[in-house]
Structures are given as C-alpha cells and as structure tokens.
C-alpha cells in the first residue's frame, strides 16, 4: 500500500504533466478497474473523452483529477495500482489496463493506469471537482494548510483507542500509515498502545510533529529522485530503507539506546517499538470501552 510520500509524488507528477491537457482517446484493456461506473467501460471512455484536466488532488493517499466539466476522475491505487506518465508508442507495461491519450500544445503523453492485481480501479465522480463525495469523511492530513492541531489534539484526548490506532483512524487525521505511525511514534517516545486520554497534549504535539518530520523527509526524496517524464507508485520507496529507527527492525539494536526492537501483532499487521524508550503502557482497570 503506499504511503502518503508516493502518493504526493505521484499527485506531483500528474501536475506537472497531465494538468492541462484533453483527453483524446480512453482504451480500457480491462473491465475490472473501471467496475465501479455503471456504463460501463464503453461509457466509462465516452464520458472522458474530449474533457480536460485541469488540476491534480489528493486528500491524505487518496487522488483526484478534477476535470473542465466540474466532474473529477478518482484514482484508486489499492495495493498495486500505478499511475505512470509515458510517450505515446513506449511499449505497454505488462498489466496496463487503462490509457489516455493525452495531448495540449506541449505534444502527447499517455496517462497509464497498471495493476497487477487490480484492488484498484479509476472512477468519475459527479460533481467531484473540488472535493468528491467518495472522499468527504476522509480527514486532511498534516500537510494541509488546513490541517487544525489544535482540534487533532483535542479530539485524540476524547479516545480511550491506542495512539497508533487513532494515528491511523483517517477521520482524526489521513495519510499517516503503518510504517510512518511507528516511526512517529518511536521519534515521540510514545508506545502505539498508550490510550488518547492518558496522553498530555505535549505529548500529542510531539507526535504529531514527529510524523510531519518524518513523512516530511521522505516526500523530500520522492521530490529530488522523481524523473521527469515518469510517475509511479508501488509502494517501495529507497526512503524506508536507509531512514527507518522502528519499523521492520525486530531484534536488532535501537538506534537511542540499543536494546532490541520488539515486534507485536497490531490489527493484522505488526507494530514496532523499542520497551525500553517506548514504555509499555500498563492496563487499564476500567471496565469503559473504547
Ligand atoms: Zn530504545
């Protein structure tokens, strides 16, 4: 899945090349990504034909491309969506499945949407230009200018939920995902465990800053190591593997204070932390529930 870093790249790219630019031709090699319009692919192709884009959003991992008629297209990237910008006559990807053809007075470029296992999908949505309702209930993350600290804060305080899962809940606050909440939280010295209403705001501050700081530095790799005429997203990112203090790092020394980083099973997935920075919290004797 990835995370917000790519997700801004990609949005980036979009901007740079496909902002501007009318749909000339829309070929869906495959039904499924465009399962979600009930025309159909045929109809999916025809609505989107002849529009122009003219911007490229995201809210927290989440991309739109507004178009001229007020409508937007949803990009959906699932597990293994990537959106890629090519020349026309680049040889197909192997599981490319839908393409525009794009063109304005600086040429033609192709807008390419590949999925080898297609959990993802393109949409249009009515209306969507400017927010899409698919996306209302979807927090804005902490790089939006409109990002309120204040009201993150007092909300955290409200829950009796873990930090780490109310860093993920994307109604308090989007984009922070798995890898980023555990680093978050290990820059924060903050067990994912402690309750949002244990918590000082201090504290909750703290964390939050710290996951500014450290998406903040990987969208700054995916800024300098973006080529000019490809977007993409997968997921990998050169960023987790030289910059990470937590996650992924089970038995091997804290970059603080060298005991081991342990691993927990957290929602499917796993957390990482180091027990000794990272205090685990004791429990609660309430018998309230979250
Ligand atoms: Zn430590």
Known sequence: MPELPEVETVRAGLERHVVGRTIESVTVLHPRPVRRDPRGPAGFAAELTGRRFVGARRRGKYLWLPLD????????????GQLLVQPPGRPDERHLRVRFALRD??????????????????SISPGGAELPVEMAHIARDPFDPEFDDDRFVGRV?????????LLLDQTL????????????????ELHGDRPG?????????????????????????????FDALY?????????????????????????????????QEFMNRSSYFCPVCQTV??????HRRD
């Not at 209403?197 to 703290?206: E, F």
């Not at 993409?232 to 089970?250: K, P, T």
């Not at 919290?281 to 309430?286: D, E, I, T, V």
């Open 173 to 188: 606050v989007s984009g922070i995902g798995n890898i980023y909440a555990d680093e978050a939280l290990w820059r924060a």
């Open 231 to 263: 977007v993409n997203v997968n997921g990998e990112s050169g960023y987790f593997d030289r910059s990470l203090h937590a996650y992924g790092r089970e038995g091997l020394p804290c970059d603080r204070c060298g005991g081991p980083i342990r691993r």
């Open 69 to 80: 008629n007020g409508d937007a297209l949803l990009g959906h990237l699932g597990m293994s």
């Open 157 to 165: 305080r409200l829950r009796q939920a873990g930090i780490k899962r």
């Open 105 to 122: 007075d600086r040429g033609e470029v192709e807008l390419r949407f590949v999925d080898q296992r297609m959990f993802g999908g393109l």
């Open 197 to 225: 209403d244990r918590l000082r705001p201090i504290q909750v501050r703290r964390v939050l800053a710290e996951a500014r700081a450290v998406m903040g530095a990987a969208l700054h790799e995916g800024g300098t190591s």
């Open 281 to 286: 919290p004791r429990l609660r004797r309430s």
